[in-house]
């Protein structure tokens, strides 16, 4: 029965397993679930999963283990500053989960977690307060993870732009210069150029409007001068006018504002002198001015000047005509004259009625306009002594947006003007352009079978090209299919995560597989000793009346029994012996593996420090090819 007790006490640093009983089975402890909990359980698993922490799927695991791991994995992933080693390690004692616990929760306030959390919650595994950390830590991990995949993103295409270019940026490289010149050439030919200067003697300009007015001038830029003023007198006529007499006065102004720009021009290009690079150049402004001429004006000038040279050759050659031929000319060219004469007086009378007629009308609209502005200054008195009792503010508001009307509507007929010429003006573009096009078919034809002939030349030599290219691709194929079948720095990453993962997970099993032999051999050898004990039993059951029957058999029984006594005593103090052994010899493994797994916590804390290191170290090499360069 010695042999029962070798199970009694747990090895230290053990995961509790199953219980059993005397008889080898195992004991059904009744427990209690709580549905609610579960579903958390459940929602936690499926949010470390979609973050990327796929060993909450392994089923061999503890729903702490798969917890606690999922939120260690998710802090190591924020890649936040603290001064706390998060090791986590599965199948761990009671001390080691609560030291593991305390330092999570003492970690998340410094990474500003908005939701509390105890230790005692988790090792309790209260899933339902779990659950929001866990959100937010795995939220907080994949925005980080973004925000690294973002930064190796944009320092790799950094890298390799230092090595290598794309077709389109040496494209564009290319075209640059040509760029470029091109943009230089059309600025210098577009860049204002001076066309008249300010005479020395002319008078200095005092208003600042006149001397900016000045200087567009000598750049050969005739702009009018702001009609704000006119808009300031004609705006409140506009409002209680009606509209036949508001266009007249309109008119009218606009026509003595035009004079008085002109006038002003005039006497500014009075004090300028053309520029020497200007001289003998037909301006724009003088070929419109030929053009606006009348035709009437162009015949008629054309006419005397055709009159005067025969007048001029028959004065050169009085030798060669007679008299009376002479004469005849004469008379001829007196009668032309006083026809022309006639037509002029008679074009001239027109103008005359016509001017007249106006003039009859311009004084009835005079005195039409001068009654109906005595009737206006009446109303405008009566309107006065209104306003002085209504509201000041709506009376300026509405006075506001009767001239911010009336701007509007000057600028949309400026605009309009503005198409019109510029419609034209392309109109006319366009006409040269057919002119010219028509003058140059027969160049085009030739220069189009020149392209032709190259485009030929310029095809076999793509064709060619294109092979090489197709040569070039193949035995790119094959170099990478070679570099594809050596793995990638990542990929041997993942298949070392992948075999400790196996490892791991044989290590579990070997585990309990040597627990169940171990196991079985105890019961085994409690089975043999049992056995014995039971032979051992019957054997003095069967001859305990035969021993009775004498003294001396009963002594002889008697030294038998105390030799199996002191038989089973030697037994047990040798198992005892064995089992001190034993205890120390797993006290001894014990601190080896404590002092190797204090080294393991060191490596991976240097590790870790020697990777953001390096990081540091990168970006500083960076930063200094970056002031290098610039």
Same mark, same amino acid.
Request: glycine letters at 4%; one cysteine or more; charged letters at 35%.
């Given at each position: 029965?010695?042999?029962?007790?070798?199970?009694?006490?747990?090895?230290?640093?053990?995961?509790?397993?199953?219980?059993? %009983?005397?008889?080898?089975?195992?004991?059904?402890?009744?427990?209690?679930?709580?549905?609610?909990?579960?579903?958390?359980?459940?929602?936690?698993?499926?949010?470390?999963?979609?973050?990327?922490?796929?060993?909450?799927?392994?089923?061999?695991?503890?729903?702490?283990?798969?917890?606690?791991?999922?939120?260690?994995?998710?802090?190591?992933?924020?890649?936040?500053?603290?001064?706390?080693?998060?090791?986590?390690?599965? #199948?761990?004692?009671?001390?080691?989960?609560?030291?593991?616990?305390?330092?999570?929760?003492?970690?998340?306030? $410094?990474?500003?977690?908005?939701?509390?959390?105890?230790?005692?919650?988790?090792?309790?595994?209260?899933?339902?307060?779990?659950?929001?950390?866990?959100?937010?830590?795995?939220?907080?991990?994949?925005?980080?993870?973004?925000?690294?995949?973002?930064?190796?993103?944009?320092?790799?295409?950094?890298?390799?732009?230092?090595?290598?270019?794309?077709?389109?940026?040496?494209?564009?490289?290319?075209?640059?210069?040509?760029?470029?010149? =091109?943009?230089?050439?059309?600025?210098?030919?577009?860049?204002?150029?001076?066309?008249?200067?300010?005479?020395?003697?002319?008078?200095?300009?005092?208003?600042?409007?006149?001397?900016?007015?000045?200087?567009?001038?000598?750049?050969?830029?005739?702009?009018?001068?702001?009609?704000?003023?006119?808009?300031?007198?004609?705006?409140?006529?506009?409002?209680?006018?009606?509209?036949?007499?508001?266009?007249?006065?309109?008119?009218?102004?606009?026509?003595?504002?035009?004079?008085?720009?002109?006038?002003?021009?005039?006497?500014?290009?009075?004090?300028?002198?053309?520029?020497?690079?200007?001289?003998?150049?037909?301006?724009?402004?003088?070929?419109?001015?030929?053009?606006?001429?009348?035709?009437?004006?162009?015949?008629?000038?054309?006419?005397?000047?055709?009159?005067?040279?025969?007048?001029?050759?028959?004065?050169?050659?009085?030798?060669?005509?007679?008299?009376?031929?002479?004469?005849?000319?004469?008379?001829?060219?007196?009668?032309?004259?006083?026809?022309?004469?006639?037509?002029?007086?008679?074009?001239?009378?027109?103008?005359?009625?016509?001017?007249?007629?106006?003039?009859?009308?311009?004084?009835?609209?005079?005195?039409?306009?001068?009654?109906?502005?005595?009737?206006?200054?009446?109303?405008?008195?009566?309107?006065?002594?209104?306003?002085?009792?209504?509201?000041?503010?709506?009376?300026?508001?509405?006075?506001?947006?009767?001239?911010? $009307?009336?701007?509007?509507?000057?600028?949309?007929?400026?605009?309009?003007?503005?198409?019109?010429?510029?419609?034209?003006?392309?109109?006319?573009?366009?006409?040269?352009?057919?002119?010219?096009?028509?003058?140059?078919?027969?160049?085009?034809?030739?220069?189009?079978?020149?392209?032709?002939?190259?485009?030929?030349?310029?095809?076999?030599?793509?064709?060619?090209?294109?092979?090489?290219?197709?040569?070039?691709?193949?035995?790119?194929?094959?170099?990478?299919?070679?570099?594809? @079948?050596?793995?990638?720095?990542?990929?041997?990453?993942?298949?070392?995560?992948?075999?400790? @993962?196996?490892? $791991?997970?044989?290590?579990?099993?070997?585990?309990?597989?040597?627990?169940?032999?171990?196991?079985?051999?105890?019961?085994? %050898?409690?089975?043999?000793?049992?056995?014995?004990?039971?032979?051992?039993?019957?054997?003095?059951?069967?001859?305990?009346?035969?021993?009775?029957?004498?003294?001396? =058999?009963?002594?002889?029984?008697?030294?038998?029994?105390?030799?199996?006594?002191?038989?089973?005593?030697? #037994?047990?103090?040798?198992?005892?012996?064995?089992?001190?052994?034993?205890?120390?010899?797993?006290?001894?493994?014990? %601190?080896?593996?404590?002092?190797?797994?204090?080294?393991?916590?060191?490596?991976?804390?240097?590790?870790?420090?020697?990777?953001?290191?390096?990081?540091?170290?990168?970006?500083?090499? $960076?930063?200094?090819?970056?002031?290098?360069?610039?």
């Amino acid at each position: 029965m010695a042999a029962a007790v070798v199970f009694n006490r747990l090895p230290t640093g053990s995961k509790l397993g199953p219980q059993y %009983d005397q008889e080898g089975n195992v004991i059904e402890v009744e427990t209690r679930e709580d549905e609610e909990q579960n579903v958390k359980l459940t929602e936690i698993l499926e949010l470390l999963v979609a973050a990327g922490y796929f060993r909450a799927r392994i089923k061999g695991l503890s729903p702490f283990d798969k917890v606690v791991g999922g939120m260690t994995w998710c802090i190591t992933t924020c890649n936040f500053d603290i001064d706390v080693d998060l090791l986590f390690q599965e #199948n761990s004692t009671i001390g080691q989960k609560i030291a593991l616990t305390e330092k999570i929760v003492s970690v998340l306030p $410094n990474m500003k977690c908005p939701h509390r959390l105890e230790p005692h919650q988790i090792q309790g595994l209260d899933f339902i307060h779990i659950f929001p950390v866990v959100q937010w830590l795995v939220k907080r991990a994949i925005e980080t993870r973004e925000e690294m995949g973002d930064y190796i993103r944009a320092f790799s295409i950094s890298q390799f732009q230092k090595t290598h270019s794309l077709l389109e940026d040496d494209d564009f490289k290319q075209r640059k210069d040509k760029a470029m010149k =091109t943009v230089i050439e059309v600025s210098d030919v577009y860049k204002p150029q001076r066309k008249y200067k300010r005479l020395a003697g002319a008078g200095e300009l005092v208003d600042e409007e006149s001397r900016v007015h000045s200087t567009l001038l000598e750049f050969g830029r005739k702009y009018g001068f702001s009609k704000q003023s006119k808009t300031e007198t004609t705006e409140d006529k506009k409002g209680i006018l009606p509209t036949g007499l508001a266009a007249e006065i309109t008119k009218l102004s606009e026509d003595d504002l035009e004079a008085a720009e002109e006038l002003r021009i005039k006497t500014l290009m009075t004090g300028m002198a053309a520029m020497a690079t200007e001289e003998g150049k037909l301006t724009a402004s003088s070929v419109g001015h030929i053009v606006g001429l009348q035709s009437e004006e162009i015949k008629q000038i054309a006419s005397e000047y055709a009159e005067k040279q025969s007048e001029l050759s028959a004065e050169d050659r009085p030798e060669r005509l007679g008299a009376a031929q002479q004469y005849r000319r004469q008379i001829a060219s007196l009668s032309k004259q006083i026809l022309q004469k006639s037509k002029q007086l008679e074009e001239l009378q027109v103008k005359y009625n016509e001017i007249q007629a106006t003039r009859e009308e311009e004084k009835k609209k005079l005195v039409e306009v001068m009654n109906y502005g005595q009737k206006l200054d009446k109303e405008l008195a009566n309107l006065e002594a209104v306003e002085s009792e209504a509201d000041s503010s709506i009376l300026e508001k509405l006075r506001e947006l009767v001239t911010m $009307n009336e701007g509007l509507k000057d600028q949309e007929q400026q605009f309009r003007n503005h198409c019109r010429e510029e419609m034209a003006r392309l109109q006319q573009n366009i006409e040269n352009l057919k002119s010219v096009a028509g003058n140059e078919e027969a160049e085009v034809k030739e220069h189009g079978e020149l392209i032709e002939q190259q485009y030929k030349e310029d095809r076999e030599k793509l064709q060619k090209i294109r092979l090489l290219l197709a040569r070039r691709n193949r035995e790119i194929a094959v170099l990478q299919r070679k570099i594809d @079948e050596v793995p990638s720095r990542a990929e041997l990453t993942q298949y070392q995560r992948r075999f400790v @993962e196996l490892y $791991n997970q044989v290590a579990a099993t070997h585990k309990e597989t040597k627990q169940f032999f171990t196991l079985y051999n105890t019961l085994d %050898d409690k089975k043999v000793y049992l056995e014995k004990e039971v032979n051992l039993l019957n054997s003095i059951h069967d001859n305990f009346q035969q021993a009775m029957a004498s003294p001396a =058999t009963r002594e002889q029984f008697l030294r038998q029994m105390e030799q199996i006594v002191e038989g089973i005593k030697q #037994n047990r103090m040798k198992l005892e012996k064995k089992k001190q052994e034993n205890k120390m010899r797993r006290d001894q493994l014990n %601190d080896e593996y404590l002092e190797v797994l204090e080294k393991q916590r060191l490596y991976f804390k240097t590790v870790k420090e020697f990777k953001e290191e390096c990081r540091k170290n990168e970006m500083l090499l $960076n930063k200094l090819r970056t002031m290098g360069i610039s």
